[in-house]
């Protein structure tokens, strides 16, 4: 099994309880640095794996040219997107925006990254988010470094300083979108029936039990999806509803990053551990790469008749309470996965957070 699989967002923060569970980074470009800043405030292992995988991904569309060879039809000309990075109770919350470097070079974007541990999903949306926002538009106008790092810090210490609640389970989240996601589909089930019929013939290596996405001792497996925002929802509840319901569906242990850009009708769901093309859809637009609900596959009957029980929980506002992919219930699906995932976190103190602190 490869060491993504094992240790990405799944930190050893119950060795230590008295370790925050709250990080704030910044990297990327901005006119204070003259090449790409001094990471700021990135300090669990997940984040510095998370800019690895990001960042990495954008310099590999640069350098191959592969925004500039699908040509301005089939490409946005920037970034400013919202993304959220998502594993059974830690959250990596993150907003990229086209910047430049103090010599006037534009191609990398900055990112503003959060990890929180343990929060429940009200925390991101009416806490951490507006905060993100205010930082971001604070180091949109900064003019130095200093500066920057001023605010970065500054929010990391606002934010922990606000009351959050870590005695809740992982798994309590509040159903940001999820109602309106599921109204939107009991009134026309047949996108969300395409998604389904996609997910079984393309994703089996990500059903519940399975561990083929992660057998290989090097690197995960990856699956990409373009659904549809949902009309009326904030950006961050479409985003969350997305990845609530793929985490119905997919075994719960796999991690879900799900990428909204603002000015887009779309939502990117990255299933497993990204590949660096797979961040070709930061700037594709859906002449390059079409929404799944769009696509008019040929539906099984057989298997529509099975979606249906997958759908039935629509019509009460509720995300499905069975997989797709076995029929099984969600629930015990969930219980079967944080048991396995448990079994890799580092249970002792000399996990990340032991040393962290320690070095500190």
């Not at 980074?25 to 997940?46: C, E, V, Y």
Request: glycine share 8%; proline share 8%; charged share 20%.
């Amino acid at each position: 099994m490869n060491p993504f699989s094992k240790s990405f967002l799944n930190e050893d923060w119950k060795a230590v309880p008295d370790a925050p569970r709250f990080y704030l980074g910044a990297f990327g470009k901005h006119p204070g640095w003259n090449d790409h800043l001094d990471d700021i405030g990135m300090a669990t292992s997940s984040m510095i794996e998370a800019r690895r995988l990001l960042y990495g991904g954008i310099a590999s569309q640069i350098e191959s040219a592969a925004w500039d060879k699908a040509g301005p039809e089939k490409v946005a000309p920037g970034f400013d997107h919202i993304f959220f990075w998502t594993r059974m109770g830690e959250t990596m919350t993150g907003l990229m925006w086209s910047s430049t470097d103090g010599k006037g070079r534009a191609l990398y974007p900055m990112i503003l990254m959060a990890h929180s541990v343990a929060q429940p999903s009200v925390w991101v949306p009416f806490s951490l988010l507006p905060q993100m926002e205010r930082t971001a538009e604070m180091c949109r106008g900064a003019a130095t470094a200093k500066a920057v790092i001023r605010e970065v810090e500054g929010a990391q210490e606002a934010l922990r300083n606000k009351s959050m609640d870590t005695t809740m389970p992982p798994f309590a989240r509040a159903a940001d979108g999820v109602g309106g996601w599921a109204a939107h589909f009991a009134a026309d089930t047949l996108g969300l029936r395409r998604v389904l019929h996609h997910m079984v013939g393309n994703l089996q290596a990500f059903a519940p039990g399975s561990t083929q996405w992660c057998e290989d001792s090097t690197k995960a497996a990856a699956a990409t999806l373009r659904l549809p925002r949902i009309p009326g929802l904030a950006p961050a509840a479409s985003l969350n509803s997305w990845i609530s319901f793929m985490a119905s569906q997919i075994d719960p242990a796999i991690p879900i990053l799900g990428v909204l850009p603002r000015n887009g009708t779309w939502v990117d769901i990255i299933v497993g551990e990204p590949a660096l093309t797979d961040f070709f859809v930061l700037r594709a637009l859906p002449a390059a790469m079409p929404l799944l609900t769009d696509i008019p596959y040929q539906l099984d009957p057989e298997m529509q008749n099975r979606f249906s029980a997958t759908l039935s929980e629509l019509s009460r506002g509720e995300l499905p309470a069975i997989s797709c992919f076995n029929g099984e219930p969600t629930e015990a699906i969930r219980e079967a996965s944080v048991r396995w995932l448990a079994k890799f976190r580092p249970n002792d103190k000399s996990g990340f957070f032991s040393r962290f602190l320690k070095s500190s």
